[in-house]
């Protein structure tokens, strides 16, 4: 049996999907909060069970008669850690043996603030004592949906990275990855390095918006606080400024892109080219 929590978000129903069209539906698990949303994913044959972070008893049952389990990273910021907490001991508790984790790029190494709780929760998982794998995700591609959004309509991507590059790919990939390793094996105690082949710039991201839009877009880069100022006055929460800012000084400063080929091994296939993940922004964009 496999368990994949966080089964209604983005990232889960890829997962989910995929696994369905790999092995039989009922040998799947999506673990939700809110049963109703996953109707579709019912609607394919997979079990699904009620599991809150926050309510422990929810992920005693949700586990139950688990081998392997995919724990999604919480979206809760700040909550990480008790609630992935929770989720492990009720995966000791339930005999899992074999715990997929989603953390972020270069997690015990990387500056940017969402990596601590990363680090911290891949600390939780080594210390249980199940047999782990660690899926070092960088950035999603469909991060920047409504910067292109923008950029159509101003014809300007707004950014403070400076030259830097980023190893972004669609969720699709990644969701790929964690399908392999959840059917595959030899994957126990791996840790693996998440991103594209081919790092990318905002400069490379205008470029290929401009020439497949066929409208001008270029990319401005301003300094950290102007940015910062900018995405305030446009409305955005003082939290979220500061987490996209940051990703762009990660970016400069080469801590979300990686060489070491991990997500192209995993996929037994190259990494969505940019040039295809614009494509499909731009698709989503009507």
């Known amino acids: 049996m496999i368990v994949v929590t966080g089964a209604t978000g983005h990232l889960g129903r890829l997962v989910v999907e995929a696994l369905a069209r790999k092995v039989p539906a009922e040998e799947i698990v999506a673990a939700v909060r809110t049963p109703e949303k996953a109707a579709d994913l019912a609607a394919l044959g997979v079990q699904v069970r009620v599991a809150d972070y926050d309510q422990p008893s929810t992920l005693a049952e949700a586990f139950a008669g688990a081998e392997k389990l995919l724990l999604v990273s919480s979206s809760e910021v700040g909550q990480r850690v008790p609630q992935h907490t929770a989720a492990v001991e009720a995966a000791k508790a339930a005999g899992v043996a074999h715990i997929v984790y ?89 840790v693996y390095e998440l991103a594209a082949d081919e790092a990318w710039s905002y400069a490379d991201f205008a470029e290929a918006i401009a020439r497949i839009s066929g409208k001008p877009v270029a990319y401005q880069n301003v300094p950290a606080e102007q940015h910062r100022s900018i995405l305030l006055g446009a409305g955005l929460p003082e939290f979220v400024a500061d987490m996209l800012v940051d990703a762009d000084r990660a970016i400069a400063d080469g801590e979300l892109a990686s060489d070491s080929g991990d997500l192209r091994t995993l996929l037994g296939r190259p990494t969505t080219s940019l040039d295809d993940a614009v494509t499909s922004l731009l698709k989503n964009l009507g």
């Open 102 to 190: 989603t953390s972020v790029l270069s997690a015990d190494t990387t500056a940017i603030v969402l990596a601590p709780e990363h680090k911290a929760t891949e600390e939780v998982i080594r210390d249980s004592g199940i047999p782990f794998t660690f899926l070092r995700n960088g950035w999603y591609t469909e991060n920047y949906e409504q910067a292109v959004a923008q950029a159509l309509a101003t014809g300007a991507i707004l950014g403070s990275a400076g030259e830097g590059k980023l190893g972004g790919v669609p969720r699709a990939d990644y969701a790929g990855a964690a399908v392999e390793v959840l059917t595959g094996t030899g994957h126990e105690n791996k």
